[in-house]
């Protein structure tokens, strides 16, 4: 082989060997490049969706139950069986006034009856609640204020989705 062979064999393997500038990185060491550039994204994504979670949990944690929640109902059917000597009681029509989800207070209202047997609930009177809930601190359990309004009808019952559609034809 005569010099100017041998220097367009090494040209042409110099050539092959970088392969084409819009293929950064072909051949094997390319594919490790590349998935570890993968593996990093994938790594910085599960860490910003952790951290977003933890915010989330640590917030919802902070914020005051919902007015409909549980441990609100709990607290509610409490203050009015100790406060109001309403016993064997029916609460409706449960809504937030004020506040969202990771408020530390909100204000709510409802209607309320005690049960009667053989009184159908249309018939009950029934009363309005106005009850705020707050959580003044994260280490603290929430308080709830409560205020038992006067006479009110029964709330009707929010139409079907199907109701609700035939009313606009």
């Avoid at 062979?5 to 084409?20: D, F, H, L, S």
């Avoid at 590349?34 to 902070?62: D, K, P, W």
């Avoid at 989800?101 to 709510?108: G, K, L, P, R, S």
């Avoid at 009856?113 to 309005?128: D, F, H, K, L």
């Amino acid at each position: 082989m005569n010099r100017s062979m041998v220097a367009i064999r090494r040209a042409t393997v110099i050539a092959v060997g970088q392969g084409c500038p819009c293929t950064r990185g072909s051949g094997r060491l390319g594919a490790v490049l590349e998935f570890n550039a993968l593996s990093r994204r994938i790594a910085i994504l599960i860490v910003v969706i952790a951290l977003a979670g933890a915010a989330e949990l640590y917030m919802h944690e902070a914020a005051a139950p919902t007015c409909d929640s549980a441990e609100a109902q709990d607290k509610l059917y409490a203050v009015l069986l100790n406060e109001f000597r309403m016993h064997n009681i029916f609460v409706n029509n449960v809504l937030t006034t004020t506040g969202g989800w990771f408020d530390t207070a909100q204000a709510c209202s409802a209607q309320v009856t005690e049960i009667r047997g053989n009184v159908s609930a249309s018939a009950m009177p029934w009363q309005g609640v106005q009850f705020s809930i707050q959580r003044p601190h994260l280490s603290q359990p929430f308080t709830m204020t409560v205020t038992l309004g006067g006479n009110e009808p029964l709330a009707a019952p929010n139409p079907s989705l199907w109701a609700r559609l035939l009313a606009h034809l």
